[in-house]
């Protein structure tokens, strides 16, 4: 909500260094990045592996940046949590806005050596954000592997916020 209310004042980029943080901590972007490459991840090398996760955390984080533009009175409520599958947690979550057009998120959770980080987010209860980013991703990996799905993230990431200083 501080970035959304300081939006304006910070830009694009500042609100990418403001959310980097807190978007790092929340979720488990190198496990994200693993489940969104499928089959692909196994064949790629180490360094491959970090400069996908790298290419996936710029594009999760700048996403973010672009959307949180501006504050009209919303707010975040925690409306529960239940159990998920695979030793998953979901917790349902309400973005509110004065306008009383709220959105509904669950949060895919899982358990990691750094504690509890999202796995996924689903919309309006159903949509998995990695069923859609595999599903984006499988024919760049198809046709350009590892490598050309890296430099996809990066070149989209460096235009959602306007530079590659981040």
């Known amino acids: 909500l501080t970035t959304m209310k ?14 980097a943080g807190p978007v790092a901590e929340s979720y488990d972007l190198a496990a994200m990045t693993r489940i969104s490459c ?3 991840w196994r064949r790629a090398t180490d360094i491959e592996k970090q400069d996908m996760i790298t290419a996936f955390s710029r ?3 700048g996403n973010y940046a672009v959307r949180f533009d501006g504050y009209s009175g919303q707010d975040f409520d925690v409306l529960g949590e239940k159990k998920g599958p695979r ?5 349902e979550i309400r973005i509110g806005s004065a306008g009383d057009k709220s959105v509904e998120l669950t949060y895919v959770m899982k358990q ?3 504690g509890w980080r999202i796995i996924d987010v689903l919309l309006a209860g159903g949509v998995s954000e990695l069923a859609v980013r595999r599903s984006e991703y499988r024919s ?6 590892i490598r050309g799905l890296i430099g ?11 530079s590659k200083t981040f």
């Open 38 to 40: 499928g089959g692909f």
């Open 152 to 162: 996809a993230l990066n070149k989209k990431a460096d235009g959602l916020v306007g």
């Open 87 to 91: 030793g998953t947690t979901l917790v």
């Open 112 to 114: 990691s050596e750094q």
């Open 140 to 145: 760049i990996l198809k046709s350009n592997g």
């Open 59 to 61: 594009i999760s984080i």
């Open 6 to 19: 300081q939006a304006n004042a910070l830009g694009i980029s500042g609100r990418y260094q403001q959310l």
